[in-house]
């Protein structure tokens, strides 16, 4: 019987970059994000009792497109799904396949929405394989169970806009519900630094002193911010936000750096366009190089805008689907 789950990616307007217990994945400061539907993970898992071990392969569907896990990611995955089948009491081993529907080469790979489908998978599995009736778990309890993986996987079990704070992740609704998203790819290759390092080494930065103060601050002017529907001061707080988490890697011991030429470029040129028309999208970026942009509904000229400034420049990943540079 395979039992499949999917989750949606969420990008962080107020990240999570540092630990206070990297084992539990504990966050040094709140944060705050917005779910991204339409990019997903889907994993399917099978009981097999003549395996030795649980065993991950790529999932293959016309739909999806198969990834490949690096021996590291693969370990990290099976680990988690060790400590789901405890939680869940799930004996034997089993096939894992996962996939996403976005293309992973590309930069826009996340472990938040394939941990989040993993934890899915494995709680319906539990559901669906229990004789009489089982209680099935809340969102929150998934989520706090999800965090265990992967830390951004707890805010991707709530839609649209998700806020993980010191008693776990939770629903949060601001007047904002249908963001329109747009990637600029600034560079496609695998990371060298992974997101788990980075947030070992952001401690080691003198500017690390302040940090949590910093991240709960912002984030409660971005929920005011948010609940006003006053845009221009989101956009700003969401700026600030990004800027600080990538001047804590710039400033780390060793310092690295995900910004490239592209990269600033394509900052310069954003933060011009919002100067000219005093209003623009949301610009934030992950640990990496790519900007992540999202729009309100009635800003379609803004959003075509974009495309046509960036399209000869950069490949872009829209909500119409990966658009390749020309
Ligand atoms: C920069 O959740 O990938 O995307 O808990 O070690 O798996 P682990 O880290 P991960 O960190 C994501 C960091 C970030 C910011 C964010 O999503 O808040």
Redesign the pocket.
């Known amino acids: 019987m395979w039992v499949e789950a999917s989750a949606p990616s ?3 307007l ?4 540092g ?1 206070t217990d ?1 084992n539990a ?1 504990r966050p040094t400061n709140s ?1 705050l ?1 917005y779910s991204l539907d339409r990019l997903r993970s889907f994993v399917r898992i099978n009981k097999n009792r003549n395996l030795a071990t649980d065993q991950w392969s790529a999932l293959k569907r016309a739909d999806l497109r198969a990834i490949e896990l690096s021996e590291k990611g693969k370990e ?1 995955f099976l680990k988690h799904f060790v400590l789901l089948k405890k939680e869940f009491k799930i004996t034997d081993h089993f096939e894992i396949e996962s996939a996403n529907n976005f293309p992973s080469d590309c930069g826009l790979a ?3 929405s394939s ?1 989040a489908a993993l934890t899915l998978a494995a709680h319906n599995w539990m559901i669906e394989s229990a004789e009489g009736m089982p209680v099935p778990y809340r969102p929150k309890e998934l989520a706090k169970l999800s ?1 265990k ?5 707890c ?1 991707s079990f709530f839609t649209p806009w998700a806020l993980w704070h010191s008693t776990g992740a939770e629903s949060i609704s601001f007047p904002y519900e249908n963001l329109k998203h747009q990637v600029i790819l600034c560079d496609e290759n695998i990371k060298l630094v992974s ?2 390092e ?2 070992t080494r952001v401690l080691t930065s003198d500017l690390f002193k302040g940090r949590p103060a910093r991240a709960e601050e912002r984030l409660q002017n971005l929920i005011q911010s948010l609940r006003k529907e006053d845009w221009k001061k989101s956009f700003e707080i969401v700026w600030n936000e990004f800027w600080d ?1 990538h001047t804590l890697f710039h400033t780390s011991v060793p310092a690295f750096m995900y910004m490239n030429e592209m990269t600033v470029k394509a900052l310069r040129d954003l933060h011009q366009m919002w100067q000219e028309n005093d209003d623009g999208p949301l610009i934030t970026m ?2 990496g190089s790519n900007i992540h942009l999202l729009y309100r509904p009635d800003q379609k000229a803004s959003y075509f805008e974009v495309i046509s400034h960036f399209r000869p420049l950069a490949n872009l990943w829209t909500d119409e689907g990966y658009l390749a540079k020309k």
Do not use: L, T, W
């Open positions: 969420n990008i962080a107020i990240k999570y970059m630990k990297a994945n944060s994000s990290k996340s472990s938040a941990f965090q993986g992967s830390g951004s996987s805010r997101s788990s980075a947030h988490m992950d640990a």
